[in-house]
């Protein structure tokens, strides 16, 4: 057997929860029906079940350890309605090197609990809000220019979710969120990242300011989308400039 198969043997009794189980009932057993042999089959069988329990014990809890910082919104939700992450430790046994892919995944998961009634049904906004807040986290801010047509500023990104989280943001109690279709904007700053909320219309005016249409075209279209008028439109960009989230006109 190669080192990298021994590895491999290793990684599964120490961190999958079936093998493990599997080991500690018969050792020998097991290892042998994974096609474990000969001395590499007396290496591991002499391991001691309570050890490697100990050991993958210790490894979740570093692992819940760095999803609490990368993902703190989502974790304490699903900490306080199951206790710990080990549904999800035990559907992704094995941690992804880059904190990024971790929560990602861990996004992706949350949303496919959520369709199986497991989890909060507002869990997955809150791991999207999380994933969106790191991956702008670890972006460089980038400084505003003014622009002759409407545009985002840099660093702004867009959020559809399923529930309005803003007032369980606000209060860090996620029984505040209300359900129904939201949007939220997140913007890169030299120092943090903000979150707003966003109206119908605040939202048509972010995604129609790509750079490409007069402000007189773009407030009529944005207007329009949101079923109000250009005058409202105007001011509601107005707002938008001075916090931030669209560049100032020339």
Known sequence: MTLQRIQ??????????????AFAQDPRGSLKARGVKG?????????????????????????LQALRADAPRSTALLEAAHGRLNAYFRAFPYSLEDPLDETNRFARWCMGAAAEGTVPPVLPDLAAFDAAVLRLVRSKAKATKASDRPRRAPGVRILRLGHAIGPALRSGDAAQAKPGPASIALHRTEDDVRWYGLTPLDEALLRTADGTRTPTAWLKMAATSAGTTVAKARKAARELVDDGLLAPPT
């Open 8 to 21: 491999e043997e290793l990684a599964a009794i120490l961190m999958e929860p079936a093998a493990r189980k």
């Open 39 to 63: 001395r590499d089959l007396d290496l591991l069988a002499g391991l001691v079940a309570d050890d490697l329990a100990y050991f993958a014990e210790r490894r979740n809890i570093d692992r």
